[in-house]
Structure formats: structure tokens, C-alpha cells
């Protein structure tokens, strides 16, 4: 399961002076700007145990990556409607759809 860092998330942990993502993080654009504005570093690592010890190691602060196994970050109602939004606005095609689907 993919998890999303939104500006809103961003902003919620301003304080922080790096964002701890592996290879299942989305960034939005808009959320990498606010990032290099505040200042805060992206970092990728490969698991949520390489942050534990980066932690206890350094003792910076980090935004905590929690495993989340089977649960969903969006519901399949606001999926819909996200995907719904960017067909209408011309953003995404039906096509688009299918093939990122397989």
C-alpha cells in the first residue's frame, strides 16, 4: 500500500527537520516545494526499522513511518471520486485508467 505526503502533512510537522519515506511514499509536488521552502529533507530509507535505529542513533527528529498492513490511507469511495474529478476535468482519460489497472 502506497502512503501520500501532502502538503498537509508537511505543514502538520514543520518542526521537523527531515521526512523519513521508503520506496512506498508519494510526495506531491506541491508538498517537495513546501519541503525545500521549510527546509526539511526528504529521506529515503528502506524500512521502518532503519529509522528506529537512525533515531536512536542520532536522535533527530523524524515524521514516524508506521507499518499499516492492510489499511487503506484513502477509501475506495474518495479514490473514485479523485479519479471521477480528473476524468471530468479533462486530466485523465478512461484509458489512462485501465492501463494503470492493467
Given at each position: 500500500?502506497?502512503?501520500?505526503?501532502?502538503?498537509?502533512?508537511?505543514?502538520?510537522?514543520?518542526?521537523?527537520?527531515?521526512?523519513?519515506?521508503?520506496?512506498?511514499?508519494?510526495?506531491?509536488a506541491?508538498?517537495?516545494?513546501?519541503?525545500?521552502?521549510?527546509?526539511?529533507?526528504?529521506?529515503?530509507?528502506?524500512?521502518?526499522?532503519?529509522?528506529?535505529e537512525?533515531?536512536?542513533?542520532?536522535?533527530?527528529?523524524?515524521?514516524?513511518?508506521?507499518?499499516?498492513?492492510?489499511?487503506?490511507?484513502?477509501?475506495?469511495?474518495?479514490?473514485?471520486?479523485?479519479?471521477?474529478?480528473?476524468?471530468?476535468?479533462?486530466?485523465?482519460?478512461?484509458?489512462?485508467?485501465?492501463?494503470?489497472?492493467?
Amino acid at each position: 500500500m502506497k502512503r501520500l505526503i501532502s502538503q498537509e502533512e508537511v505543514l502538520k510537522n514543520k518542526d521537523q527537520k527531515e521526512i523519513f519515506v521508503d520506496k512506498n511514499t508519494l510526495i506531491t509536488a506541491a508538498a517537495r516545494d513546501l519541503c525545500k521552502d521549510l527546509g526539511i529533507e526528504i529521506k529515503c530509507i528502506n524500512s521502518v526499522k532503519e529509522v528506529e535505529e537512525n533515531k536512536e542513533s542520532t536522535k533527530k527528529e523524524y515524521i514516524e513511518i508506521k507499518e499499516k498492513e492492510n489499511q487503506a490511507v484513502l477509501s475506495e469511495n474518495q479514490i473514485y471520486n479523485i479519479l471521477k474529478d480528473g476524468i471530468n476535468q479533462g486530466l485523465i482519460s478512461e484509458s489512462d485508467i485501465e492501463r494503470m489497472l492493467g
